[in-house]
């Protein structure tokens, strides 16, 4: 079983910035992909970004396109979100997320909930005006 632990979110005003880790421990060795998730209060879980853990390949959502950035740390077998110009409406749990097989012919296509194998407990981060 894969363990996933998330650290770095805390309480930021807004403009600010922020980087979380996701730290893999347990059965990671076959890991393909992970990922990246928030949710609101009152919203469903949102997929923001995910990495290709062989190559590096990401891609990450227009929601967000531009002030967070997806990368990854092989050796420390943690991924990372550095999340710029953080908005009140940035407010959410945020989960890391793992993959353990490829499923689709392209990076692009791993946005849904369903196709991710663990999670984390997540993070709070909390933007204030």
């Known amino acids: 079983q894969v363990r996933l632990v998330e650290s770095g979110g805390g309480l930021v005003q807004a403009g600010g910035s922020l980087k979380l880790s996701c730290a893999a421990s347990?059965?990671?060795?076959?890991?393909?992909?992970m990922g990246w998730f928030r949710q609101a209060p009152g919203k469903e879980r949102e997929f923001l970004a995910t990495?290709?853990?062989?190559?590096?390949?990401?891609y990450v959502a227009d929601s967000v396109m531009g002030r967070f950035t997806i990368s990854r740390d092989n050796a420390k077998n943690t991924v990372y979100l550095q999340m710029n110009d953080l908005k009140p409406e940035d407010t959410a749990v945020y989960y890391c997320?793992?993959?353990?097989?490829?499923?689709?012919?392209?990076?692009?296509?791993?946005?849904?909930?369903?196709?991710?194998?663990?999670w984390g407990q997540g993070t709070q981060v909390t933007v204030s005006s």
């Open positions: 990495i290709i853990w062989s190559d590096g390949s990401t």
């Open positions: 347990g059965r990671s060795s076959s890991t393909y992909a």
């Open positions: 997320t793992f993959k353990r097989e490829r499923t689709h012919a392209g990076v692009h296509y791993y946005t849904s909930i369903n196709d991710y194998d663990n």
